[in-house]
């Protein structure tokens, strides 16, 4: 296995799902919004306070490109749908990954996790982050060749499903 994109919403465990799957399968960890970090030379928050959501997108855009050229295991940032241009080159891969969980759980971990800042759900209400979730879930759904559903289960129980359905793929 060269390479594995996961996607899904903020708080569905994309980047420590990476992280085993990566170990697992002895390929880098790709992390596009520590990725856009290093090009902006700038945080995420401070990304959308200064030069505000559009350029956080054209960035997100221009490293999803370069590692879809590399040998990895990408973890998207929840919003990598919202360019058009994004999903024609996810569409267009194979071993793409939704990890899908409930707005409840989600909304419960992106409260409690004090390590990710995050511009689109730190600041909003429980009803607005539900409703950006149901907007996007047709597009994971459309996107993805995998769907795995995470509730209930822990990170090496994700990423065994994940190895196992692609092994089953091959
Ligand atoms: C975003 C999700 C974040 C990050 C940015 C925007 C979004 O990534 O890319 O704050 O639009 O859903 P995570 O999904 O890793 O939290």
Do not use: C, W
Not at 22 to 28: F, N, R, T, V
Not at 112 to 125: G, V
């Amino acid at each position: 296995m060269k390479q594995l994109t996961l996607i899904g919403f903020m708080g569905s465990g994309k980047s420590t799902t990476g992280q085993m799957l990566s170990k697992e399968l002895g390929i880098p960890l790709l992390e596009l919004d520590q990725m856009i970090e290093k090009e902006a030379k700038m945080s995420i928050p401070d990304i959308f306070d200064l030069k505000g959501e559009a350029y956080f997108r054209e960035l997100e855009t221009v490293v999803l490109t370069k590692a879809l050229n590399s040998i990895g295991v990408i973890a998207t940032g929840g919003g990598v749908l919202t360019n058009n241009k994004n999903v024609n080159q996810l569409k267009s891969i194979h071993n793409v990954i939704y990890l899908k969980g409930e707005a409840s759980t989600l909304i419960e971990r992106i409260k409690n996790d004090s390590i990710n800042k995050r511009p689109l759900a730190d600041t909003s209400t429980e009803i607005e982050i539900t409703k950006r979730l149901e907007n996007r879930v047709s597009q994971y759904e459309e996107v993805a060749d995998i769907i795995i559903e995470i509730e209930n289960k822990s990170i090496s129980e994700i990423t065994l499903e994940i190895l196992n359905q692609l092994e089953e793929m091959k």
